[in-house]
């Protein structure tokens, strides 16, 4: 079975700083991948997502993903955030080959921005 | 695309009573899922429920703590049967369309 793993669980950045999540999951076949976002006191939304072709992904939100095969990583970046970042950040995976749709999230990595 | 609503968006509730959850989408889906949240947590899978067969639950759930029904394409439900306070969490439906959307969740808190 497949997992995630989210090496940062808490990140203090100040406003302008440049941020990257690390997200790297187990599975050797064909995988999509997904960055969700949960502010707080909101539900889930969808950040970015890969399915194939370009490894750099753009999302909403001036965030970007890339997806590097050779280390099973997806890590997220953003140049310049925000103080309205401040959120957990989810990193998911399922296993396309498989037939399987249902997604396997890490543990989340909760953001703080500071003023 | 896909909207999806839940009810109740929140409730709280007594040890040993049962809750069900209510999951609506705006489009015929085939594939839908029902994950928890708990506090301070990532998303767990609880079960698949495919329009037309059984709920496949994952490991650590079964059918007589979450009893699911998938009636037609555009709805399930979820039961949190025989409830403690272990199972105060979000729960969360989602549907794969080309990509996994979630609905906005359903706050429980068992006293």
């Known amino acids: 079975a497949q997992s995630v793993s989210q090496h940062n669980h808490h990140v203090i950045l100040s406003e302008a700083a440049s941020l990257e999540l690390g997200c790297n999951y187990s599975y050797g076949g064909t995988v999509n991948l997904f960055w969700y976002v949960q502010y707080p006191g909101q539900h889930l939304q969808l950040l970015l997502k890969y399915f194939s072709g370009d490894p750099l992904v753009k999302g909403i939100k001036g965030f970007e993903a890339e997806f590097i095969k050779s280390k099973f990583s997806f890590n997220l970046r953003k140049p310049s955030v925000q103080w309205s970042d401040t959120a957990e950040y989810f990193c998911?995976?399922?296993?396309?080959?498989?037939?399987?749709?249902?997604?396997?999230f890490g543990s989340g990595t909760r953001l703080q921005v500071q003023p | 695309s896909a909207v999806i609503s839940q009810k109740p968006s929140r409730d709280i509730c007594q040890r040993g009573t049962s809750l069900t959850i209510q999951c609506q989408v705006d489009?015929?889906?085939?594939?839908m899922f029902w994950y928890r949240q708990q506090p301070g947590q990532s998303l767990t899978l609880i079960a698949t429920?495919?329009?037309?067969?059984?709920?496949?639950?994952e490991s650590g759930f079964v059918i007589d703590k979450f009893p699911i029904s998938r009636p037609n394409l555009t709805f399930s439900t979820l039961t949190v049967s025989n409830m403690s306070p272990e199972d105060s969490s979000i729960y969360l439906c989602?549907?794969?369309?080309?990509?996994?959307?979630f609905g906005p969740g359903t706050r429980l808190l068992v006293l």
């Open positions: 489009s015929q889906v085939t594939m």
């Open positions: 429920a495919n329009q037309g067969s059984e709920a496949t639950y």
């Open positions: 998911a995976v399922n296993a396309w080959d498989t037939g399987r749709r249902a997604l396997t």
């Open positions: 989602s549907v794969w369309v080309e990509t996994q959307y």
